[in-house]
Nanobody, 120 residues
Framework: QVQLVESGGGLVQPGGSLRLSCAAS????????MGWYRQAPGKRRELVAV???????NSADSVKGRFTISRDNAKNTVYLQMNALKPEDTAVYYC??????????????WGQGTQVTVSP
């Protein structure tokens, strides 16, 4: 069993910053990638950023230059540094990871979500 636990969401004013964290724990052999998705009310869940085991990254055009994804492999933790936040960044942010467990079985996992609200 693998769990993803997110932290760091909250309320921030436009132009402010937040840092999200997501720690994976459990029967982990390796992690192929970790990433962040978000879902605003009435909208579909969308990819924000992802980081792969070779440290390559990909991110949505809407966050390029403002958000940075990073990873601490020793802690099985992924971070999302969010700067210059805009009201349109308001959403529930979900951590996602593709994990190979100690039995060699590979599957994706989701965190429970953390609310980010950008408002004056």
């Amino acid at each position: 069993q693998v769990q993803l636990v997110e932290s760091g969401g909250g309320l921030v004013q436009p132009g402010g910053s937040l840092r999200l964290s997501c720690a994976a724990s459990g029967s982990i052999f390796s992690i192929n990638f970790m990433g962040w998705y978000r879902q605003a009310p009435g909208k579909r869940r969308e990819l924000v950023a992802v980081i792969f085991s070779d440290d390559s990254t990909n991110s949505a055009d809407s966050v390029k230059g403002r958000f940075t994804i990073s990873r601490d492999n020793a802690k099985n933790t992924v971070y999302l540094q969010m700067n210059a936040l805009k009201p349109e960044d308001t959403a529930v942010y979900y951590c996602n990871a593709e994990v190979v467990n100690t039995s060699g079985y590979q599957r994706g996992y989701w965190g429970q979500g953390t609310q980010v609200t950008v408002s004056p």
